[in-house]
T-cell receptor, first 115, second 111 residues
Framework: NAGVMQNPRHLVRRRGQEARLRCSPM?????VYWYRQLPEEGLKFMVY????????ESGMPKERFSAEFPKEGPSILRIQQVVRGDSAAYFC?????????????FGAGSRLTVL | GQQVMQIPQYQHVQEGEDFTTYCNSS?????IQWYKQRPGGHPVFLIQ?????EVKKQKRLTFQFGEAKKNSSLHITATQTTDVGTYFC???????????FGKGTHLIIQP
């Protein structure tokens, strides 16, 4: 009974390259959330998606960042033209539905380092 | 937008001492959740509080939700080295789908 699967666990990119982070939700979960965590900081909400729909992207930077959750396959967080400030841990979480009382199950995170 | 504040940011205790972290929201919450993140790990759900004034216990951990549903606390009795980590509260306002997390309280235990 696999939990939330994220890959890669660690990613190193040079400034200007693209980073793609993937997240497969728990079996039976159709809602995916992406959070960013800087060292010694809290979790900052980025985006909430259902299959083929972006429900809330109020936490996403307006430029260079995009997210999708296609009908088939994992959710992808894409960061174009990475800068050093993008270095962080990116956590994906999933829930069975989007109802307010749902608990989030987090993946192990993808740690992005931009050189 | 909704803000969730947590204090203290860091707490050093001797093993066996008690620990408390406090969480305050700028708006009324529909529910509040608590998560624990071990060093190098990912957040793991601990508990959810929904009702005004609710108190829940998990062994040495006691969670409270304020009467106005704008604040919460987590109290750990007689800390152990396994309690080390960062404790986050996370709240949902009315109509909001994404959880807003506090910055967390880092618990450091000295043996």
């Amino acid at each position: 009974n696999a939990g939330v699967m994220q890959n890669p666990r660690h990613l190193v990119r040079r400034r200007g390259q693209e980073a793609r982070l993937r997240c497969s939700p728990m079996k039976g979960h159709s809602h995916v959330y992406w959070y960013r965590q800087l060292p010694e900081e809290g979790l900052k909400f980025m985006v909430y998606l259902q299959k083929e729909n972006i429900i809330d992207e109020s936490g996403m930077p307006k430029e260079r960042f995009s997210a999708e959750f296609p009908k088939e396959g994992p959710s992808i967080l894409r960061i174009q033209q990475v800068v050093r400030g993008d270095s962080a841990a990116y956590f994906c979480a999933s829930s069975p539905t989007g109802l307010g009382a749902n608990v989030l199950t987090f993946g192990a995170g993808s740690r992005l380092t931009v050189l | 937008g909704q803000q969730v504040m947590q204090i203290p940011q860091y707490q050093h205790v001797q093993e066996g001492e008690d620990f408390t972290t406090y969480c305050n929201s700028s708006t009324t919450l529909s529910n509040i959740q608590w998560y624990k993140q071990r060093p190098g790990g990912h957040p793991v759900f601990l508990i959810q509080l929904v009702k005004s004034g609710e108190v829940k216990k998990q062994k040495r951990l006691t969670f409270q939700f304020g009467e106005a549903k704008k604040n919460s606390s987590l109290h750990i009795t007689a800390t152990q080295t396994t309690d080390v980590g960062t404790y986050f509260c996370a709240g949902r306002g009315g109509g909001a789908d994404g959880l807003t997390f506090g910055k967390g309280t880092h618990l450091i235990i000295q043996p």
